[in-house]
């Protein structure tokens, strides 16, 4: 597959401010909302899938089902167990594909596959991209996130931060989510917004899922269309303290997976189609000039 990378000019920037302007009209905000945008134009990251194996430079694999962790059901109640088998994660004409099967495997009825940079890449503020083709059905939940650095282990979840450019329920197939996790806005009190997608779904072609993060601020975007800006004026509004804004100070890493179950999507339904497959076309990182 051959891939075109680009840089964004000029006409980019003033495209998105379009629809920065444009949300503020929709949305009704202040005159100082929803109004950061940063030239991300560096490209400091490009994972194209060209290969015909996963690059375990830059990737590595959570394996199991959170129980190693300290986490069963990896801390949602999810039900697949990850595995580094290619039958879950392989790369083959141009494309990541991350595949959740029905298959009894360690004392679970669902395998699927989890991967990360975490050692491989990291970092502090820019654009974080993927072109994606998600899977459906009840219960499946693909992701497209980012931690923070942990200090090697001395910093736990939610204090590391949490940014999900992309969570869906695979029983809505035109609604995507974007969420931060911060100590006293994680797991369901997380500070989220969806984007639904007109006329498609995002199981029948690919999408391109992303953020701009910078200090103070997150924009969220599909197919390059701003639909949400996330900052520390979003904790007051919750009540919590702005101190918690935890998205300063370190730097991130990058995670794909597909769960099965848990408490974000409900059980999944064993009677749909397996296996249930996300694939992924690029991941692609800026930073700023």
Not at 108 to 119: A, C, P
Not at 135 to 144: H, L, N
Not at 215 to 227: A, R, W
Not at 273 to 284: A, G, I, L, S
Request: with cysteine; glycine share 10%; proline share 4%.
């Amino acid at each position: 597959m051959t891939h075109k990378i680009f840089n964004i000019n000029k006409a980019f920037i003033l495209y998105k401010a379009f629809y920065i302007g444009l949300l503020c009209i929709i949305t009704g905000c202040d005159p100082d909302e929803a109004q950061t945008v940063t030239n991300f134009n560096t490209l400091t990251l490009s994972e194209e899938f060209d290969g015909t194996a996963l690059n375990t430079s830059l990737w590595s694999f959570d394996i199991g089902d959170g129980s190693a962790q300290g986490i069963p059901g990896w801390g949602n109640n999810e039900q697949q167990y990850y595995t580094d088998r290619p039958e879950n994660v392989t790369v083959e004409d141009g494309v990541l594909k991350i595949s959740a099967r029905l298959e009894t495997f360690e004392g679970s009825s669902y395998t699927s596959g989890r991967i990360l940079t975490r050692g491989g890449f990291q970092q502090k503020f820019g654009r974080f991209e993927a072109r994606i083709k998600l899977p459906w059905g009840q219960g499946i939940w693909p992701a497209f996130w980012m931690l923070g650095d942990d200090n090697n282990g001395l910093e736990i979840w939610p204090n590391i931060g949490e940014i999900d450019i992309m969570e869906y329920r695979g029983q809505e197939p035109t609604i995507t989510h974007g969420s931060v996790h911060g100590p006293g806005y994680s797991g369901g009190n997380s500070i989220t917004k969806q984007y639904e997608l007109m006329n498609d779904r995002f199981d029948t072609d690919f999408h391109v899922f992303g953020v701009e993060w910078g200090p103070d601020y997150i924009n969220y975007y599909v197919d390059d269309v701003l639909y949400n800006q996330i900052t520390p004026d979003d904790l007051e509004e919750e009540g919590i303290n702005r101190a918690n804004w935890v998205f300063n100070d370190r730097e991130f890493f990058i995670l794909l997976n597909v769960a099965v179950g848990g408490s974000f999507v409900g059980n999944a339904d064993p009677n749909i189609p397996y296996p249930q497959t996300m694939e992924v076309d690029y991941v692609r990182v800026y930073a700023a000039d």
